[in-house]
């Protein structure tokens, strides 16, 4: 049981580690010169080549400025999941330069980006990643116990983000009694439990029937119209695209053209 809690950390929290540094300030960075007053991501010549030599971005830079709605889209393999990884720190560019929340990822140490995913950016996946041995309550407490946050702290800051996506009634339920569409906003409630100024989706609609997809889309609106975090949502799908109010069409690894 431990090995396969130990396994399943890993899988659900890649952004999880134990360190913690100072966040820098924007003007310590030298990306180039901001079109938004507050950007939160600046990127810049983005390039990333695997070790097989598929060259997954190719010169991409975007601006995204605090408490906007983005929706990376694009044909699959386009490059959306690789920008994402990127954008939360879980993966670095072999040219370019990313400043996410005033932290130049593209230089930053271990400790710097332990730092960053445990603090600055919350990730939603695709699959959910809960752990099947603990409640939706306590998947959702998680991340702020692995920080070493005393559980009653914790507890009734988890119970009232469950609250946000609609399942304060769910919150002793595990995930196999959960439907697809309630394990995906329990994954929601347990990304934003540390207040992330960023919050990233990887087509998180895409295990998803159309009704439960039209939930979780609702909710995401929500989260960004009530300003909560930045949120960019990677997705094929046109349908989710279409919620969010700027959208980045990625080609071949590159920003095809972008719309409001
Ligand atoms: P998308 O999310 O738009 O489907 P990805 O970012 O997953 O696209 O992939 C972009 C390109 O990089 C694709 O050609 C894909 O096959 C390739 N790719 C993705 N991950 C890896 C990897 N770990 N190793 C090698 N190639 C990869």
Redesign the pocket.
Do not use: W
């Given at each position: 049981m431990r090995e396969f809690r130990q396994a399943g950390f890993s899988a659900a929290f890649p952004h999880l580690r134990a360190d913690q540094y100072q966040l820098r300030t924007l003007e310590q960075t030298q990306v180039r010169k901001p079109h938004s007053p507050n950007p939160l991501i600046q990127a810049c010549s983005l390039t990333r080549r695997?070790?097989?030599g598929?060259?997954?971005?190719e010169e991409v830079s975007l601006e995204v400025a605090a408490n906007e709605f983005v929706a990376i889209t694009?044909?699959?393999?386009?490059?959306?999941?690789?920008?994402?990884?990127l954008l939360g720190g879980l993966d670095s560019p072999d040219s370019g330069e990313l400043t996410v929340g005033g932290l130049p990822l593209h230089s930053a140490g271990d400790k710097e980006l332990t730092h960053f995913r445990r603090h600055v950016v919350g990730i939603v996946f695709q699959f959910f990643h809960l752990l099947p041995t603990m409640t939706a309550l306590e998947n959702v407490m998680l991340p702020r116990l692995l920080h070493g946050e005393p559980p009653r702290e914790v507890r009734p800051h988890a119970a009232s983000m469950l609250e946000l996506v609609g399942l304060a009634d769910r919150a002793g339920h595990f995930p196999h009694q959960l439907s697809g569409g309630q394990m995906q906003r329990t994954a929601i409630a347990r990304a934003l439990v540390h207040s992330p100024a960023l919050l990233l989706a990887?087509e998180p609609t895409g295990n998803l029937d159309s009704a439960s997809a039209t939930q979780v889309l609702e909710l995401l609106r929500k989260i960004a119209s009530e300003g909560r975090t930045t949120l960019v949502v990677?997705t094929?799908s046109a349908e989710v695209a279409a919620m969010a109010p700027r959208r980045i069409r990625?080609q071949d690894?590159r920003v095809a053209d972008e719309s409001t």
């Amino acid at each position: 049981m431990r090995e396969f809690r130990q396994a399943g950390f890993s899988a659900a929290f890649p952004h999880l580690r134990a360190d913690q540094y100072q966040l820098r300030t924007l003007e310590q960075t030298q990306v180039r010169k901001p079109h938004s007053p507050n950007p939160l991501i600046q990127a810049c010549s983005l390039t990333r080549r695997y070790p097989n030599g598929v060259a997954a971005l190719e010169e991409v830079s975007l601006e995204v400025a605090a408490n906007e709605f983005v929706a990376i889209t694009g044909p699959s393999g386009c490059g959306k999941s690789t920008l994402l990884h990127l954008l939360g720190g879980l993966d670095s560019p072999d040219s370019g330069e990313l400043t996410v929340g005033g932290l130049p990822l593209h230089s930053a140490g271990d400790k710097e980006l332990t730092h960053f995913r445990r603090h600055v950016v919350g990730i939603v996946f695709q699959f959910f990643h809960l752990l099947p041995t603990m409640t939706a309550l306590e998947n959702v407490m998680l991340p702020r116990l692995l920080h070493g946050e005393p559980p009653r702290e914790v507890r009734p800051h988890a119970a009232s983000m469950l609250e946000l996506v609609g399942l304060a009634d769910r919150a002793g339920h595990f995930p196999h009694q959960l439907s697809g569409g309630q394990m995906q906003r329990t994954a929601i409630a347990r990304a934003l439990v540390h207040s992330p100024a960023l919050l990233l989706a990887d087509e998180p609609t895409g295990n998803l029937d159309s009704a439960s997809a039209t939930q979780v889309l609702e909710l995401l609106r929500k989260i960004a119209s009530e300003g909560r975090t930045t949120l960019v949502v990677v997705t094929h799908s046109a349908e989710v695209a279409a919620m969010a109010p700027r959208r980045i069409r990625m080609q071949d690894g590159r920003v095809a053209d972008e719309s409001t």
